[in-house]
């Protein structure tokens, strides 16, 4: 999937999903879920027990990304999940990966 739609819009965006969303392949599941819909970004754990996740993408890929991380994975439990925009990031993201936890 292209990361632009069809105007070329590309939307950053800083999501925070919380609940019992570690120790359940939370974040190899996000990794894997962005790079099926063409998502650029990444994702880590926090050490306040939730995940955080910046998406670049076209306005459909990051609102079918959001809908995906309200949910998760079997065996999590998604209680919020707080949306930022933010500005984008210099140079542009390129593929998806886990970072370490911050």
Known sequence: MDPQDENGAIEHCLVRV????QG?????????????????????????????????????????????????????RVDALEQTAVPAPSPPLEGFDVLPTA
């Open 18 to 21: 919380r609940g019992v969303v």
């Open 24 to 76: 359940v392949g939370f974040r190899d599941g996000c990794m894997r879920r962005a790079r099926a819909l063409g998502i650029a970004g990444w994702v880590r754990n926090r050490r306040d027990g939730s995940v955080e996740a910046l998406l670049q993408g076209s306005p459909q890929q990051v609102a079918q990304m959001c809908d995906w991380l309200r949910h998760g994975v079997p065996g999590a």
